[in-house]
């Protein structure tokens, strides 16, 4: 019934306006897997075959099955369900799918056309007249290079340093990314960016260093026209954020620093054993990304995600292949390595979150410790995982959120 709304738990779902709202706040969702979730609600009396859901959603369009795999599994985040649990989105062997949940119409709307808005297909950087929808843009960092940012969500804003791997646009339809965006751009504006030599940014770049990075976050600050932020830093990320908080103390009133370290690995060896352990993990990791070996792809993205499952490594090795060549990919390992911001973390002078998972397999968590006893004003809080990349559907992740909210409400 197009013009519908529907209402499932906390959830609601306007199938004319292509909108999904959690507690009154839009769910940004990649349009394919929005198209998918409402021909699976407005059909919910019985079980969608494959075939059609690949006619109605993609059209004329030729795409694979796995295409239809990643905009199911889009979309079953986007409402808090998964594979594994099945209890809004069913999968029937040998037959296609089902909305099982109960679901009710709650309110009409005015039919939009076809029922489709113009252009739904598009990018991202498209979506900029949708309610909470994200917009793309690109500023130049004093070295001439392109960096793409992006803007979404509404409030005070979030300023996110970037990391390892971002791309803008596909990130949203990532399980590892997507609900990191929606969480972040709760009630918030967030702003991110892809660094130099990834995602939708210049891949090609005459500096790679990490002041580079630096100054991308900079440019991408001023072309926003903020004044005064918070800022998150992930993973290497939160080696960036902290050299842009001692850089402008003026600028940064709060930071968060999740996953993060201030010395990269070959620098904060401490005797010959582990320098040499350090030099072998990149020598393997050199080989592995300029070969594109898959068996240590697989390995690195364990290191990553250690309680996902084989398919959910598969899934965050294809998204990074697509964010930056090989190439790049060795330089970035190169010098994460090399980062040291322990002389100038001192010179943080706003009050500080670190939020660190306690079996952290990728960035021990003894990194975290160093941090808080270098960062004055700082408070340390761990959380029970092994992932260093917090996933949707562990007590972890609302943990998470819940101390950013809490730490910036203050």
């Not at 646009?169 to 918030?188: C, I, K, M, Q």
């Not at 998204?319 to 390992?333: E, H, K, M, W, Y």
């Not at 340390?380 to 409400?409: C, G, V, Y």
Request: charged share 25%.
């Amino acid at each position: 019934m197009e013009g519908d709304a529907y209402r499932f738990g906390e959830y609601e779902l306007d199938t004319a306006r292509r909108q999904l709202r959690r507690g009154g706040e839009t769910v940004h969702v990649e349009p394919r897997a929005l198209d998918l979730l409402c021909h699976l609600i407005e059909h919910r009396d019985r079980v969608v075959p494959k075939n059609e859901l690949l006619d109605e959603v993609w059209e004329d369009r030729f795409v694979s099955e796995a295409a239809l795999t990643t905009a199911l599994r889009t979309a079953r985040l986007a409402v808090g369900d998964s594979g594994s649990r099945q209890r809004l989105i069913r999968t029937v062997h040998r037959r296609g799918y089902q909305f099982v949940a109960p679901a009710r119409i709650v309110a009409g709307s005015p039919a939009v056309g076809s029922g489709r808005p113009a252009g739904v297909a598009r990018a991202s950087a498209d979506a900029s007249s949708a309610a909470g929808g994200q917009t793309i843009r690109f500023c130049r960092s004093d070295d001439g290079v392109r960096i793409a940012y992006a803007t979404v969500g509404s409030g005070p804003p979030l300023v996110k340093a970037a990391n390892w791997m971002t791309h803008l646009d596909l990130e949203w339809t990532t399980p590892v990314w997507s609900h990191w965006l929606n969480g972040l751009a709760r009630n918030r504006r967030l702003v991110r960016y892809d660094e130099r030599g990834c995602g939708l940014s210049d891949w090609a770049a005459p500096g790679f260093t990490f002041d580079d990075w630096v100054d991308d976050l900079e440019s991408v600050v001023e072309a926003v026209g903020l004044e005064r932020f918070p800022l998150l830093g992930v993973s290497q990320g939160g080696a960036v954020a902290v050299a842009y908080a001692a850089r402008r103390p003026e600028r940064v009133s709060r930071l968060i620093l999740a996953g993060a370290y201030a010395r990269g690995r070959q620098v904060r060896a401490r005797d010959e054993a582990e320098r040499d352990a350090a030099a072998l993990d990149l020598d393997l990791a050199r080989v592995g990304w300029i070969h594109q070996d898959p068996s240590f792809l697989r390995v690195f993205a364990s290191q990553f995600l250690p309680e996902a499952t084989p398919e959910e490594w598969d899934e965050f090795t294809d998204f990074q292949r697509r964010t930056t060549s090989p190439a790049n990919g060795v330089r970035f390992l190169e010098e994460f390595a090399r980062i040291d911001v322990s002389g100038i973390a001192h010179r943080v002078q706003c009050p500080t979150l670190i939020i660190h998972s306690r079996d952290d397999a990728r960035v021990p968590a003894s990194q975290a410790s160093e941090l808080a006893a270098l960062i004055p004003d700082s408070r340390l809080a761990l959380l029970k995982s092994r992932n260093h990349l917090l996933t949707a559907f562990e007590p972890a992740w609302d943990e998470f959120l819940s101390h950013i909210d809490a730490f910036l409400a203050e």
